[in-house]
């Protein structure tokens, strides 16, 4: 890489941590010339990386799946025993969460604030509801699936037994660590779905 890319890179970087710093912080809606600001960036250096909030909290939030490793989540949708694919799954799930969980909180509640933060946390959903449609598909095909639950059926109890309001609530409201509270929802999301013999 020459200098000069080295340098774009930097400040594309330097800006999206700026976001990040700021969103953590709080679930205000976010402002171009606010962020640019605490990026120590002009607005137009700012325009030249990211056209938009939209383009910046995409920009965001593929550094935060960057840092928690989000292959890691790829590869235990493969597992070949479907039930270990669905514990492994929630615990590199939960394992994004618990890596910057400040930032997962407020980029969820700003997308109740401000509109443009709502297209990145529909991509975000679902490509979790893909995740969980297939490992559904996977326990049912296994005949893993609790008796008497659909496929669908399956997927609606593993979305509300995986949000991330639920391990938060764990963490925050009754003040377990994150690895209780992912241990918590696996173990239901697993008694939940799956059959017991």
């Not at 618990?98 to 991509?123: F, K, S």
Request: aromatic share 4%; net charge neutral.
């Amino acid at each position: 890489m020459t200098a000069r890319a080295d340098a774009v890179t930097r400040t594309r970087q330097q800006i999206i941590e700026a976001a990040a710093e700021r969103v953590r912080a709080s679930a205000e809606p976010l402002a171009m010339a606010d962020i640019a600001a605490h990026a120590g960036v002009s607005r137009a250096t700012l325009y030249r990386h990211f056209a938009s909030v939209t383009d910046l909290l995409d920009a965001m939030a593929a550094d935060l799946l960057a840092r928690a490793d989000f292959g890691k989540l790829l590869s235990a949708l493969e597992a070949p025993d479907p039930v270990q694919a669905l514990r492994q799954v929630i615990i590199a799930g939960t394992g994004i969460w618990a890596t910057d969980t400040a930032l997962v909180r407020n980029l969820l509640a700003l997308a109740r604030a401000q509109p443009a933060a709502v297209p990145v946390i529909e991509r975000l959903e679902l490509g979790r509801v893909a995740a969980l449609e297939r490992l559904a598909g996977r326990l049912h095909q296994a005949g893993h699936l609790r008796d008497g639950l659909t496929r669908p059926g399956a997927v609606d109890l593993l979305l509300v037994i995986t949000a991330f309001a639920a391990w938060d609530e764990l963490c925050t409201g009754r003040n377990r660590s994150p690895a209780a509270a992912t241990a918590a929802i696996t173990g239901l999301a697993v008694r939940a779905v799956v059959t017991s013999d």
